[in-house]
Structures are given as structure tokens and as C-alpha cells.
């Protein structure tokens, strides 16, 4: 597990690098058959990391994977789940004159063995900051700083740090809030890009990430990773675990939590 650790830490800090290439820098941006955005820099990310992922000799799902590269996937039961550039629309703010941009988006390598995510990298290229997880332990790392242990935390009784937009996470998250208001729990919201908000409460520094609108695996096989090797987990609606290598790609609603004895499945609607 080290050799495959230090090799998607290096993917990913590699991924970084070929993003920073382009920051900054007017760009072309594509739109996807999804209308999703798409860059030189989500393509350079992709190769270099797939470059660096060869060695493991384990087939890769990255977000820009041509169809006959994972035609077979269904057979694969070890595979590493990559998305060259998470925030693809926070990096294109950087090339706006001025730049309008928090730097918020992230490379995210995973490893998922039958199903479940067991290593998960989130870097930061802007501001030099990465998460992972292997072995059962989670860790963050800031620039040449030494790595420190990350842990979730018991959810407070009298307030709760929810990382979701009141504004553009959906009409079912700002329902919840409001439930979660109604209990006389204080809410402290913050919008931010999605790798990042499971970080946070991987990290300690929030308590719960409704996620209802659309996602794909490899938007939270990394983080996932993460969040449950810091002591949380990532369910479905049903409370399920979420799981990877689906017939269809896309993600059901996801919730992240960081007590296990949270019991937010009250808040959801019936």
C-alpha cells in the first residue's frame, strides 16, 4: 500500500503542476455532451497522471478517459478513480481579467478495491495543500509542512457546521437546514468546492455535507476515502455506503458525516 500511496501522491501533486501550467492564463473552454466545462488544463491534468498511475500497472476511470479505455470496466476489481480537475468552473474564474477565484479546486486520486475507495489523494495545487488516506489513517499536509493526522469530530449539541451553499446546493439541502434550525440547533453554512467540503469534515472542521444534486465517482471516491479513514463515512440516502465501479457512473444523493452517531437521516424529507 505505501508503493501505490507515494505513487498517488506523486499522481496528483504531478496533476497540480500541469493545472498551474494553464492559471492564469486566458483559455478555450469546451463544453461537454453534460454541458460541463472542459480545458487544456483537465486534459494535461489527465495525462499527467495517468502518466505517473502506469507504473501500478492498475487500470484508471479518470473523468477524461476515452469510452474504449474503460469499455471493460465491469471486469476490473481494483481500479484507480481519477478526476484530473474538480472545480473545472472555480479554475476558469482564475483566467478572468482581473482573476475572480478562491483557487478551490482540486486533483483527486483514488484507489477502489471491489467497490470501496481504500486510498483517496485531494490536492490543492493553488494552495499547496493535500489530504489522503491509506492504511486506515487520514492525513493533511500543508506545502513542505510536515503531515499531521486528521480526525472527525463529535458532532456539537448546540450547533452544527454544515458545508452547503443556502443559495445553490438546492431547494432539499436548504430544506434540511431549516430542520435542523427547527431542533434549535444553531447552522453554520460555507460553500466551497465538493472534494474540499468532505476535507473539512474529514479534518474536524465540520459536522455534516448533504450532497443532492448530481455527482459522479470520480467526484468522491478520493474524499470518501478520506473521510472514512478520519472516522466518518459517506452514505446514501438509505444510509448505505456509497460504493464505485456502478453500471451508471453517476452518484444517488450523498451525505457525509463525520460522528457516527449523528442521526441526520431525520432531516431528510419522507
Known amino acids: ?13 504531478a496533476g497540480g503542476q500541469a493545472i498551474l501550467g494553464y492559471y492564469g ?13 472542459l480545458t487544456q488544463a483537465d ?3 489527465h495525462r499527467a497522471i ?4 502506469a507504473e501500478s500497472g492498475v487500470p484508471v ?15 476490473w476489481g481494483r481500479f484507480w478513480c481519477v478526476d484530473p480537475l474538480d472545480g473545472t468552473k472555480e479554475f476558469v474564474k482564475g483566467s478572468a481579467v482581473p482573476p475572480v477565484t478562491s483557487g478551490e479546486f482540486t486533483v483527486n486520486v483514488a484507489l477502489v478495491e471491489r467497490g470501496v475507495p481504500t486510498l483517496g489523494v485531494v490536492h490543492v495545487p493553488v494552495h499547496g495543500v493535500t489530504y489522503w488516506a491509506a492504511g486506515g489513517q487520514a492525513w493533511k499536509q500543508d506545502g513542505d509542512g510536515e503531515p499531521v493526522r486528521i480526525t472527525t469530530r ?19 439541502v436548504a430544506a434540511i437546514l431549516a430542520e435542523i434550525e427547527t431542533e434549535g440547533r444553531a447552522v453554520e453554512s460555507a460553500s ?31 474524499a470518501q476515502a478520506i473521510v472514512q479513514a478520519a472516522g466518518g463515512g ?21 451525505f457525509c458525516w463525520g460522528d457516527p452517531a449523528l442521526d441526520w437521516r431525520r432531516w431528510l424529507a419522507a
Do not use: I
Open 1 to 13: 500500500m505505501s508503493f501505490l500511496l507515494d505513487l498517488a501522491l506523486h499522481a496528483a501533486r
Open 25 to 37: 492564463r486566458p483559455l478555450t473552454v469546451d463544453a461537454k455532451a453534460d454541458d460541463s466545462p
Open 43 to 45: 486534459l494535461a491534468a
Open 50 to 53: 495517468t502518466a505517473a498511475l
Open 61 to 75: 476511470l479518470s473523468e477524461e478517459s476515452p469510452p474504449e479505455e474503460v469499455a471493460g470496466r465491469a471486469e
Open 154 to 172: 463529535p458532532a456539537p449539541t448546540d450547533a452544527l457546521t454544515v458545508v452547503a451553499s443556502r443559495d445553490h446546493a438546492g431547494p432539499e
Open 192 to 222: 466551497m468546492g465538493s472534494s474540499l467540503k468532505f476535507c473539512l469534515v474529514a479534518e474536524g472542521a465540520a459536522d455534516f455535507y448533504p450532497r443532492t444534486v448530481p455527482t459522479f465517482e470520480w467526484d468522491t471516491a478520493a
Open 234 to 254: 459517506v452514505s446514501t440516502r438509505d444510509g448505505a455506503q456509497l460504493r464505485y465501479n456502478k453500471a451508471d457512473l453517476r452518484n444517488p444523493s450523498v
